[in-house]
C-alpha cells in the first residue's frame, strides 16, 4: 500500500499562490496516476487535477485550467500542485489520491486518500 500526505494549505488572499505538496509512502509513487481533488463544505468532492505516472499527461477541471498546475518528482515520491489566481471559490479542503493505470477524473476509481489539507481564500 501507498501512504499519502498532504502539506501546504493555508489562509491566502483572493488573486494569490499556494503550492500544495503530497509525499507519499510505502511504496514509489511511479506505479500510480496521481490526482488532486477537492471538497468545500456542504459539497461533493470533485475532480481538479490528474497526472500520468510518467507525468507526461495532465488533465485539469475547467474551473482551475490556467491557474493550476500539476506536477510529480517521482524520485522525491512526491506530487505537487501550484495554485495561481486563486478566488474564495477555490477555498475547500484539497485530497491527494493515487490509483493504479491511468488517470481518471472519477474519485471512486482511486484506491488510496491522504488526509487533505484545508485551503482558505479570503476576498
Known amino acids: 500500500q501507498v501512504q499519502l500526505v498532504e502539506s501546504g494549505g493555508g489562509l491566502v488572499q483572493a488573486g494569490g499562490s499556494l503550492r500544495l505538496s503530497c509525499r507519499a509512502s510505502g511504496r514509489a509513487i511511479s506505479l500510480y496516476a496521481m490526482n488532486w481533488f477537492r471538497q468545500a463544505p456542504g459539497k461533493e468532492r470533485t475532480f481538479v487535477a490528474a497526472i500520468s505516472r510518467s507525468g507526461v499527461s495532465t488533465y485539469y477541471a475547467d474551473s482551475v485550467k490556467g491557474r493550476v498546475t500539476i506536477s510529480r518528482d517521482n524520485t522525491k515520491n512526491t506530487v505537487y500542485l501550484q495554485m495561481n489566481s486563486l478566488n474564495p471559490e477555490d477555498t475547500a479542503v484539497y485530497y491527494c489520491?493515487?490509483?493504479?493505470?491511468?488517470?481518471?477524473?472519477?474519485?471512486?476509481?482511486?484506491?488510496?486518500w491522504g488526509q487533505g489539507t484545508q485551503v482558505t481564500v479570503s476576498s
Open positions: 489520491a493515487a490509483r493504479n493505470g491511468s488517470p481518471s477524473t472519477n474519485n471512486v476509481e482511486y484506491d488510496y
